[in-house]
């Protein structure tokens, strides 16, 4: 069965680091998102992409986020300057069209610690 | 605003009981509605989903059931099987927005052998 793929599966960064968290979306799909995860807590919106733009983003991804896709397989989430609430575990997912009936294809998530 | 909420966070089931887990939402603009399972360092995994036209649909083992009268929102797994341990998240799409979708708070369902 087709999944989304992240790497790594957890990663550690000092405070004010950038990181950058890759996904392989599904070959097939056309609409591209992240989410996070703050350690139990609900699951949050943070950016949609399609058409190689971002189509929606929420309060959470300020200017320190941002999505490229760089290539056409690799999606990915930078974060220029890492904070300690930017601690969660962040979520790939992607959708071969909006509100596909079986909804979006999550993969199983990177683990960023910012110490 | 948009929210999406759950009655109960934890839920313990006999095996081969039912289990029923609820949701209530706020939006009245909510539109579409999904259900996620969430194993132990996997990411969520879809369900079941419906639409606001419909007031159930079924799968394998489980039903949702909408009450839009009063935004609510229910899972039932029939015959509860000890690999239903998970936590479970309701969430919905607004017809304003396509792109995203907004989870509710979780339950985590134990199922007891």
């Known amino acids: 069965e087709p999944e989304v793929t992240q790497t790594p599966s957890h990663q550690v960064t000092q405070m004010g680091q950038e990181v950058i968290l890759r996904c392989v979306p599904i070959?097939?799909?056309?609409?591209f998102y992240w989410y996070r995860q703050i350690l139990g807590q609900k699951v949050e919106f943070l950016v949609s992409f399609y058409n190689n733009e971002i189509s929606e983003k929420s309060e959470i991804f300020d200017d320190q986020f941002s999505v490229e896709r760089p290539d056409g397989s690799n999606f990915t989430l930078k974060i220029r300057s890492t904070k300690l609430e930017d601690s969660a575990m962040y979520f790939c997912?992607?959708?071969?069209?909006?509100?596909?009936?079986?909804?979006?294809?999550f993969g199983s998530g990177t683990r960023l610690t910012v110490v | 605003g948009e929210s999406v909420g759950l009655h109960l966070p934890t839920l313990s089931v006999q095996e081969g009981d039912n289990s029923i887990i609820n949701c209530a939402y706020s939006n009245s603009a909510s539109d579409y509605f999904i259900w996620y399972k969430q194993e132990s360092g996997k990411g969520p995994q879809f369900i079941i989903d419906i639409r606001s036209n419909m007031d159930k649909r079924q799968g394998q083992r489980v039903t949702v059931l909408l009450n839009k009268t009063v935004k609510h929102l229910s899972l039932q797994i029939a015959a509860t099987q000890p690999g239903d341990s998970a936590v479970y998240f309701c969430?919905?799409?607004?017809?304003?927005?396509?792109?995203?979708?907004?989870f509710g708070p979780g339950t985590s369902l134990s199922v007891i052998p």
């Open positions: 969430a919905e799409n607004i017809g304003t927005s396509y792109d995203k979708v907004i």
């Open positions: 997912a992607s959708s071969e069209a909006l509100r596909d009936i079986n909804g979006y294809t």
């Open positions: 070959s097939n799909h056309l609409y």
